[in-house]
């Protein structure tokens, strides 16, 4: 099920001390211990960070890594010619302990920023049918649902 940009509003304020910025090599433990399967969560993290197509937006405070983004860019034909740049909102976890404190939403629109200033025209997620809370987070940001996406397990 695809859930597309369709408007947007600002963000909420954030206590100065959050803020968003670029993951790098140091981020590695950390965005680690965000994931839900510690087993497998190094080598996902790993595959994000070498994958050139894959962008790592943290939110940090002076406590540390509190959230992560993972945004996934594609280029896409346009049927008329020409192309079109689309951000996928691959996965987006806030630390446990610091969820509905607006995190979430403040990674979400750096993200929407991020995606703005690469000229990307929509930005997407997929969310579960069962996985209510994820829809909600993302429905109350502006995003959409879309029907447009037919797929096949490979
Ligand atoms: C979903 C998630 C990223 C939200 O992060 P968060 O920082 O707690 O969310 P925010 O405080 O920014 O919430 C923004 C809005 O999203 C909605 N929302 C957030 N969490 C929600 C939940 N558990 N249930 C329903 N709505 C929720 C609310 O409308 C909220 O607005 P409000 O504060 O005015 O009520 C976080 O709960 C999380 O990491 N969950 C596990 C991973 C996951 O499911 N990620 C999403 C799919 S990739």
Redesign the pocket.
Known sequence: MSIVEAQLRSPVALPPSIRVRLAGARDCDELCSLLDNPAYAREQVMAWMTDPATTLLVAQSEIGVL?VAVLMTRVVARPEGGIRKIVE?D????RAD?????????LLAAAVEWSRQRRAVQVE?F?GEV?R??R??YE??GFARSSDRLVLAA
């Not at 996965?91 to 806030?94: E, K, M, W």
């Not at 610091?98 to 403040?106: E, K, N, T, V, W």
């Open positions: 959230g909102v996965n987006l976890v806030v610091q969820r509905g404190r607006r995190i979430g939403r403040r997620a969310v996985d809370d994820a909600r987070f109350s940001f």
